[in-house]
């Protein structure tokens, strides 16, 4: 599985910004798909994760009412919808996948998802 994401750049606070993740290798789309963001100093975080059975849909503390994940399953395409950004958004941010339905309480953790996007880099300025 080859994960792209595209979409990054440098945004406003207050503003908005939409990342894309395109997944490509298989013929059956990931099964749970996710954003982690890593900003300078820190160590990678959880941001979103959807699951295509079911539906089921986790965010992060600190963007829940911000951001929006969702998913083209036509397309194998995942999407971060990004409102409201603050400067401490700014981070490089990945999107993750893992063929396998991944269980909810696993959905937050890095090591549930095999295969990782290069990163694209978002910038809020204040």
């Known amino acids: 599985v080859q994960l792209q994401a595209s979409g990054g750049g440098l945004g406003q606070a207050g503003g908005s910004l939409r990342l894309s993740c395109a997944s490509s290798?298989?013929?059956?789309?990931?099964?749970?798909m996710a954003w982690f963001r890593q900003a300078p100093g820190k160590e990678r975080a959880f941001v979103a994760a959807?699951?295509?059975?079911?539906?089921?849909?986790l965010y992060a503390d600190s963007v829940k009412g911000r951001f929006t994940i969702s998913r083209d399953n036509a397309k194998n395409t995942v999407y971060l919808q990004m409102n409201s950004l603050k400067p401490e958004d700014t981070a490089v941010y990945y999107c993750?996948?893992?063929?396998?339905?991944?269980?909810?309480?696993?959905?937050?953790?890095?090591?549930?998802?095999?295969?990782w996007g290069r990163g694209t880099q978002v910038t809020v300025s204040s």
């Open positions: 959807n699951r295509r059975i079911g539906g089921n849909t």
């Open positions: 993750a996948a893992a063929q396998s339905q991944v269980i909810i309480s696993s959905m937050r953790s890095s090591t549930s998802y095999p295969y």
């Open positions: 290798g298989r013929t059956s789309g990931p099964s749970t």
